[in-house]
């Protein structure tokens, strides 16, 4: 099988049921960005300091996937079964931002992303995963979008944002506050 077939060559794309959809559709922008996130995560999950988080790491990779498949389905057209999302998901999420808070300090600021390349890494992926949810955001104002997926990139952003944390106290790394000049 080859990967390429030439049928995007004039800028469509098909949608999980078919149709045709230009390839700057808000659908595929909303998908593409996941995927993009997904591979920020992976990046994120390949760094050393993470090595005891590998396969929470991959299993939120594997919900992006499901996220994906739910955003480039046509909802006009059910098809075959896509895999979905659980409120489970949403509280393994909120159950690991919560073990990390318990051993880190206090916030008292915004903190400047940065210290360490992890860190940045996971700031980055961070920040995709905003833009993921306001895409998904302004997709849902026009056609069906399961809420349940814009409750997890929400959670999700929550959850790199104290991980990146969790990173910058694993790798010794000094927090950066920031400090606005007034």
């Given at each position: 099988?080859?990967?390429?077939?030439k049928?995007?060559?004039?800028?469509?794309?098909?949608?999980?049921?078919?149709?045709?959809v230009?390839?700057?559709?808000?659908?595929?922008?909303?998908?593409?960005?996941?995927d993009?996130?997904n591979?920020?995560?992976?990046?994120?999950?390949d760094?050393?300091?993470?090595?005891?988080?590998?396969?929470?790491?991959?299993e939120?990779?594997?919900?992006?996937?499901?996220?994906?498949?739910?955003?480039?389905?046509?909802?006009?057209?059910?098809?075959?079964?896509?895999?979905d999302?659980?409120?489970t998901?949403?509280?393994?999420?909120?159950e690991?931002?919560?073990?990390?808070?318990?051993?880190?300090?206090?916030l008292r600021?915004?903190?400047l992303?940065?210290?360490?390349?992890?860190?940045?890494?996971?700031?980055?992926?961070?920040?995709?995963c905003?833009?993921?949810?306001?895409?998904?955001?302004?997709?849902?104002?026009?056609?069906?979008?399961?809420?349940?997926?814009?409750?997890?990139?929400?959670?999700l952003?929550?959850?790199?944002?104290?991980?990146?944390?969790?990173?910058?106290?694993?790798?010794?790394?000094?927090?950066?506050?920031w400090?606005p000049r007034?």
């Amino acid at each position: 099988m080859k990967i390429y077939t030439k049928t995007g060559d004039e800028g469509l794309t098909s949608l999980i049921g078919g149709t045709r959809v230009k390839k700057s559709h808000l659908r595929i922008d909303s998908y593409g960005t996941v995927d993009e996130l997904n591979s920020y995560l992976g990046l994120v999950r390949d760094q050393p300091v993470n090595q005891n988080r590998k396969e929470l790491l991959q299993e939120i990779q594997d919900r992006l996937f499901t996220i994906g498949a739910s955003l480039a389905s046509d909802p006009d057209k059910p098809t075959r079964k896509v895999p979905d999302l659980h409120e489970t998901d949403v509280r393994l999420l909120e159950e690991e931002m919560d073990k990390m808070d318990a051993v880190l300090p206090p916030l008292r600021a915004f903190i400047l992303p940065g210290g360490h390349p992890a860190v940045s890494f996971c700031h980055v992926a961070r920040c995709v995963c905003r833009r993921a949810e306001r895409l998904v955001i302004s997709l849902q104002e026009e056609s069906l979008v399961e809420p349940l997926i814009i409750k997890y990139l929400n959670r999700l952003s929550d959850y790199l944002f104290v991980l990146s944390r969790q990173m910058a106290q694993d790798l010794q790394t000094e927090e950066i506050p920031w400090k606005p000049r007034l």
